[in-house]
């Protein structure tokens, strides 16, 4: 039976981190929205050649059309053993086309792993993150003792470190806000469903990688 995943959680939560291991534990396909798009894109299929229209415009590619895409994705020969969705759904109405989308492929209904983290905790995370703009590598002034200016301390590169402007105090207000709004909503109807796995994202890696790994072994997923 394949294995099929959505992450859910707030930005700061570590999705990305625990989607790279989910994927390698699991041997399941990675699949990220903005990746994805880009690549039916790229591929020039009929949906990302209407995709790229609007993203070329600057304008949001609307629930219908990403969802088509999505379906388009999961269909592909390397999500035959399962899927993992980052940063899809977003909202309720997308959450209900994907529903329908699945259960016209006769695929299995993921399980809903939601990363939970307090706001005070997500906002130390964020504001604390500084980037390397040679190497991109991600490092935290709590951990690295490193801050903006700094050179990267990474051997043989010749980066300086900055602060990502969406990283900064009002973006991460803005950032949280809309995750409440928008997205804060599938937490309940994913709970409705009995597809949700609650999963303390509090912790080092391999702690939040132990108790999302348990939680879906426990539901028998993985």
Do not use: W
């Not at 859910?8 to 990746?35: M, W, Y």
Request: proline share 5%.
């Amino acid at each position: 039976m394949a294995t099929n995943l959505i992450l859910l959680g707030p930005p700061g939560a570590g999705k990305g981190t625990q989607a790279e291991f989910l994927v390698n534990r699991l041997a399941i396909t990675h699949i990220s929205t903005g990746d994805m798009l880009r690549a039916a894109v790229a591929k020039g299929t009929e949906l990302g050649l209407e995709a790229k229209r609007y993203m070329d415009a600057g304008n949001l590619v609307p629930d219908e059309l990403v969802v088509g895409i999505v379906r388009e994705r999961i269909c592909e020969p390397d999500c035959a053993n399962g899927f993992l969705l980052d940063g899809f759904p977003r909202t309720i109405p997308q959450a209900e086309a994907l529903d329908g989308a699945i259960a016209e492929l006769g695929l299995e209904p993921p399980t809903v792993v939601n990363m939970e983290v307090a706001d005070q905790v997500l906002i130390d995370r964020l504001s604390g993150r500084r980037m390397c703009d040679t190497c991109k590598t991600i490092f935290h002034i709590s951990r690295d003792s490193v801050d903006v200016g700094d050179p990267c301390p990474q051997e043989g590169c010749s980066g300086k470190i900055y602060q990502r402007s969406d990283d900064q105090a009002e973006a991460i207000a803005q950032r949280l806000d809309v995750y409440k709004r928008q997205t804060e909503p599938l937490i309940s109807y994913y709970e409705a469903k009995g597809q949700l796995v609650r999963v303390d994202a509090v912790g080092t890696v391999e702690a939040v990688n132990d108790v999302v790994f348990a939680a879906l072994k426990a539901r028998g997923v993985g």
